[in-house]
C-alpha cells in the first residue's frame, strides 16, 4: 500500500498535492489553484480516504498554486494548517510572494506571472507556524518522518521527509515538459520561478544528504535520486 497518494488538480501531474498516510492520521501536503477543493475530495474518496482521519494540511510555500484552496479545505475537513513564518503572509492575504516569482525564463513573465499577479485566493490564518530551521514531528500522525525547511524556491519553502528515503519536495525542481508533467517525466527543469538559485542547489543538497531515494514534485512526477542530482548539476553550477 502506498504511503504517498499523488493527487493531480490539473492533469498528467502538471500541479500536485500529495497524500500522505498514517497509522493515526494522515496529512494533505498542498491545496492547489483556487476552487481545487472538490477536485482533491474527490481523489481522497477515490482512494480510500476518509475526510475524518485528515489531521493536517501542510502548505509547502505562498505561491498560489499550492496554497488556493487551503481555506476551503480547512473548513471542509476542520484540521489546522501548517506553513513557514517567512511564507505566512502568502496565506493570510490570498496573494503569491510576488517578489519570489523571478522567473527561471522570460516566457513565464509572459504567459503566466501575469495570471499570478491577479488570482487571489480566501485569506486563511495558520494554526501551526515553524520559525528558522525549526523541523515538525510527523510521528503525532502516525507517520516516520518530518517537515523541513528548504528555502531557495520561496524564503519560506518547506518539504517532507520520509524515513523510507521518500521525500515530497515541491518545487524545488520539476519534471516533464512546460509547466511541468504530460510527458517525459524523467526531464529534469526549472520550475517556472525560484527566489534564490543558491539556496535551491543548498537545499536540494541538504535533502539528499538524509538518504533520500524518491522525490515527489508540484510540478511533474517523481523522480530518482539520479535525477534529482541530474537537475542540480545541470540547472545549479
Known amino acids: ?75 471542509i475537513l476542520k484540521v489546522p494548517i501548517l506553513i513557514h513564518d517567512l511564507d505566512k503572509e502568502a496565506l493570510q492575504t490570498g496573494k503569491s510572494m510576488l517578489k519570489t516569482l523571478k522567473s527561471n525564463h522570460k516566457i513565464w513573465d509572459i504567459v503566466l506571472k501575469p495570471k499570478i499577479v491577479k488570482d487571489t485566493a480566501s485569506p486563511c490564518f495558520p494554526d501551526i507556524v515553524l520559525n528558522g530551521n525549526q523541523e515538525y514531528d510527523l510521528s503525532i500522525y502516525g507517520i516516520n518522518g518530518k517537515v523541513i525547511h528548504t528555502p531557495g524556491h520561496t524564503p519560506g519553502s518547506l518539504s517532507v521527509i520520509l524515513e523510507d528515503g521518500n521525500a515530497i519536495i515541491m518545487d524545488l525542481a520539476s519534471s516533464g515538459i512546460l509547466l511541468g508533467g504530460i510527458a517525459f517525466h524523467s526531464r529534469m527543469k526549472h520550475p517556472p520561478f525560484h527566489d534564490n538559485l543558491e539556496q535551491v542547489k543548498n537545499s536540494i543538497n541538504h535533502v539528499l544528504s538524509l538518504h533520500t531515494h524518491q522525490f515527489y514534485l508540484g510540478h511533474g512526477h517523481p523522480v530518482s535520486r539520479k535525477y534529482l542530482i541530474k537537475y542540480r548539476d545541470q540547472f545549479l553550477r
Open 1 to 75: 500500500m502506498k504511503e504517498i497518494i499523488q493527487l493531480s488538480v490539473f492533469p498528467f501531474g502538471m500541479i500536485n498535492c500529495f497524500l500522505i498516510k498514517g497509522e493515526k492520521k494522515h496529512v494533505l501536503v498542498d491545496t492547489g489553484v483556487p476552487n481545487s477543493e472538490k477536485k482533491i475530495i474527490k481523489q481522497l474518496k477515490k482512494n480510500g480516504i476518509k475526510l475524518d482521519d485528515i489531521g493536517l494540511i501542510l502548505v509547502t510555500h505562498g505561491h498560489i498554486d499550492h496554497f488556493g484552496s487551503a481555506k476551503e479545505l480547512k473548513d
